[in-house]
């Protein structure tokens, strides 16, 4: 494969990484690219690749805010354990239908959900405190099933579907969503790279160089978030569900 788009597919890892680790949705900038990038290769060996730097990325974002936000580690140990056969399902299912036929529906939710967080300027802004823990519990048994296979069925964005879901369900606020959100999308990623091994799906020489630049812009993006709080994170999330939004009109009107 030419040096040049080794370079290129390292350079998008290295910019999903750092979107990722801010608030999700870095999905949206490198699966596009991999798939412009590598058109010879079957979309499902692109997207297995590419699972892998997702799931390094994610994994040097969640160790920065582990060690500045407190973890409810019950709750998210439930969730992750839900979230890996989710996925695995979701993209089981994957290989052997056609995704095209939700992302309508996606359009549709995503264009409320982009007015809704710019109207509402405190949404995510204040943790809520009168949510009990049976009823945490119960929401994070919803969130992670749901969540989890539409990651391993559709992927692009679920970062952000993650911390929406914690924000509106579990009561949190835009930095602890996005911490929480971090440890739950690596039980996800995990989940899908379990199943696009055992299909051997996944090419190691595109995969463990871009894992490693996605690893970087993650560190870089999850140490930026914490510092600068909730108000960064919440206009970076507009953005990026505002480009999802982009992303899945393209797909339905002109694909």
């Known amino acids: 494969m030419e040096t040049y788009i080794i370079v290129l597919l390292c350079l998008t890892a290295f910019f999903a990484g750092f979107i990722d680790a801010v608030v999700g949705g870095g999905g949206l900038i490198q699966t596009p690219m991999g798939l412009i990038l590598l058109p010879n290769l079957p979309v499902s060996t692109v997207i297995g690749s590419l699972k ?8 040097f ?3 920065q805010y582990m060690k500045k936000v407190d973890i409810n580690w019950k709750i998210l140990s439930i969730m992750m354990l839900l979230a890996f056969p989710s996925a695995f399902l979701g ?3 994957l290989t052997y239908v056609s995704n095209d036929f939700m992302k309508p529906l996606l359009l549709v939710v995503l264009s409320l959900l982009a007015i809704y967080t710019y109207a509402k300027k405190n949404f995510g802004q204040h943790q809520v405190k009168d949510i009990s823990p049976k009823t945490q519990i119960f929401n994070a048994v919803g969130i992670s099933f749901v969540v989890g296979f539409y990651d391993g069925f ?5 970062g952000s579907f993650f911390v929406v879901a914690f924000i509106a369900i579990m009561g949190f606020d835009f930095l602890h ?6 440890m739950v999308n690596l039980a996800t990623n ?3 790279i379990c199943l696009f091994m055992l299909k051997g799906k996944i090419i190691w020489a595109i995969a463990l160089p871009m894992a490693a630049s996605n690893a970087v812009g993650g560190w870089i993006g999850a140490k930026l ?4 709080g909730n108000k960064f994170i919440r206009i970076f999330f507009l953005v990026v569900v505002i ?5 899945f009109g393209y797909d339905v009107f002109f694909k």
């Open 52 to 59: 892998i730097p997702s799931f390094s990325g994610t994994a």
């Open 225 to 228: 978030a914490i510092n600068r």
């Open 61 to 63: 974002a969640a160790y």
């Open 91 to 93: 993209s089981t299912l």
């Open 190 to 192: 995990f989940g899908s």
């Open 177 to 182: 969503a996005s911490a929480n959100a971090k």
């Open 243 to 247: 480009g999802t939004l982009i992303r």
């Open 154 to 158: 559709i992927g692009p964005g679920t």
